[in-house]
C-alpha cells in the first residue's frame, strides 16, 4: 500500500514495527529507552504502534539510529543506515543491515581473550584483550596489539600504534570483523563461529591480515575468542598473561580449539 493511502493506524504500525527491529540489538528495552531519554511506558506505546512520537523525539529516535524520517513510512531494511559507505544505498541491502543485527546474546558486550599463531612467528603465538562495545545499534571492537608482537614485525610500539579498532557484522553462522590500526596502517578480516563449551562462551575461526603475497610469514592462522565477562575485574588475570607464547603457554582449550597440528585449510 503507498504511504499516501496509509491510515494513521497503519503508519504507526509500520513505525511500531520499525522500531521493533531497531531495538533488537539492544540488552534491553528499559536500557535503551534510557539512552534515548523517553520514558519506558512512552516507549512501549510506540513500540506497540499505539502512538507516534513527537517531531523532536522523533528526530532523537533517527539521529540515534542513524535512520531518517522515512521510518515513519517504509520498512527499516529499505533505509540508509547513517553515512558512510558501508550504510550507503550501493551497498545497503548487502552489507549494511548486518553492521546492526549483532545482539547481546550471540556476542555480548565485554571484554573477550583471544589467541592464534603469530603471523611473523610460526612457533609462537599470540594471546591478547579486546574489548567489545555498542555504539547505538552497531557493535564495535577496540584493541592493543602486545608490545613484543609489534617489536618482532619492525612496527613501532607506542600506545597509538599499537591501538586497533574494528567493526562486528552478523553473518547467518558467525561473525565477521574487519580491523585496523590507525590510518589502516594494517588490516586484518576475522571470521568467527561460536563453539560448542560448558559456559558457551568460546568462538573459534581464523583470521587473514591484508599483506602482499611476497611478504614474510603467513597471512591466515585459527582464531579463538573466549568471552571473559563485562568488568574490568574480569578481564585483569588474563591481561596478566598476554603477549607472545610458545604452545605449552597457551589456555588448554585455547590449543584445543587453536589445533596448532594440523594445517589450516
Known amino acids: 500500500m503507498e504511504a499516501s493511502k496509509q491510515s494513521p493506524a497503519e503508519l504507526r504500525n509500520v513505525f511500531g514495527a520499525n522500531l521493533r527491529k531497531l531495538a533488537e540489538s539492544h540488552a534491553s528495552i528499559s536500557d535503551l529507552a534510557r ?12 513500540l506497540s504502534g499505539e502512538s507516534f512520537p513527537r517531531p523532536d523525539i522523533l528526530a532523537r529516535i533517527c539521529c540515534f539510529f542513524g535512520v531518517d524520517a522515512r521510518v ?52 609462537r603465538f599470540v594471546v591478547s584483550l579486546v574489548l567489545v562495545g555498542r555504539d547505538r545499534s552497531n557493535t564495535r571492537l577496540r584493541g592493543f596489539e602486545t608490545k613484543e608482537a609489534m617489536r618482532i614485525q619492525g612496527l613501532p610500539t607506542n600506545t597509538k600504534s599499537r591501538e586497533f579498532r574494528g567493526a562486528v557484522m552478523r553473518q547467518d553462522e558467525g561473525i565477521t570483523i574487519i580491523a585496523a590500526r590507525a590510518n589502516a596502517m594494517t588490516m586484518s578480516f576475522n571470521y568467527l563461529g561460536r563453539a560448542a563449551s560448558i559456559e558457551n562462551n568460546f568462538w573459534v575461526g581464523y583470521v587473514t591480515r591484508t599483506v602482499p603475497e611476497s611478504a614474510g610469514g603467513i597471512r591466515v592462522t585459527r582464531l579463538v575468542y573466549e568471552y571473559l565477562g563485562p568488568k574490568v575485574s574480569d578481564a585483569l588475570p588474563a591481561a596478566r598473561t598476554s603477549g607472545l607464547h610458545d604452545l605449552d603457554g597457551l589456555q588448554p582449550f585455547h590449543k584445543r580449539l587453536l589445533r596448532p597440528d594440523v594445517p589450516f585449510s
Open 35 to 46: 539512552q534515548l531519554s523517553i520514558n519506558r511506558t512512552q516507549f512501549n506505546r510506540y
Open 72 to 123: 515513519l513510512l517504509e520498512p527499516v531494511e529499505s533505509l540508509t543506515c547513517g553515512p558512510g559507505v558501508i550504510s550507503s544505498p550501493y551497498l545497503r541491502d548487502f552489507i549494511g543491515p548486518g553492521t546492526r543485527q549483532v545482539s547481546e546474546e550471540y556476542f555480548p558486550s565485554g571484554f573477550y581473550r583471544f589467541s592464534r599463531r603469530s603471523f611473523v612467528d610460526p612457533d
